[in-house]
């Protein structure tokens, strides 16, 4: 006599019950995230990016002579561990912009670990989410190098 072999549980079944682990496993990934930034942006606080070479360069910048959507990253963040907006919205203002959105899908995901149950969007919005963000950082990429938007430019 043979037995079926063993499958996972069905996705849905497993979002009706819930994660059934200790909350504190659950809440170990947010809490490995915050650790991370928060190291990070310690060591940018630290360390001034607005210091030339401190942090390097951008391979983007040396190898093709562009600004990157990341490039005056490392200096907004310092920008904003001394509480200067303006000047890290001169850095990156698609950073800047980016924080808010960057905490709901944090405080989203830590919440649905917290209660046991997943944050699950559906596929159309994943796909539509990722169509933006690349949309956008093309154009951004675009318009700070072009001398219209030479004021995005870090």
């Not at 060591?43 to 951008?58: E, K, M, S």
């Not at 219209?148 to 870090?154: D, I, S, V």
């Amino acid at each position: 006599m043979t037995t079926a072999p063993a499958t996972p549980p069905d996705h849905r079944v497993v979002a009706e019950r819930g994660d059934v682990r200790p909350r504190w496993r659950r809440l170990m990934l947010p809490t490995a995230a915050v650790g991370a930034v928060a190291a990070a942006t310690v060591a940018l606080h630290v360390r001034d990016p607005h210091v030339q070479g401190t942090w390097g360069i951008c391979p983007t910048k040396a190898v093709f002579g562009i600004e990157c959507p990341g490039c005056g990253g490392l200096r907004a963040v310092n920008d904003l561990t001394n509480l200067q907006l303006v000047d890290a919205a001169s850095s990156n203002l698609l950073l800047v912009a980016a924080i808010p959105v960057l905490a709901y899908v944090f405080a989203r995901w830590s919440l649905g670990r917290w209660r046991g149950r997943s944050w699950d969007p559906s596929e159309r919005a994943m796909n539509w989410s990722g169509l933006t963000l690349v949309v956008v950082l093309a154009v951004f990429t675009v318009l700070r190098n072009v001398p219209a938007g030479a004021w995005l430019a870090p």
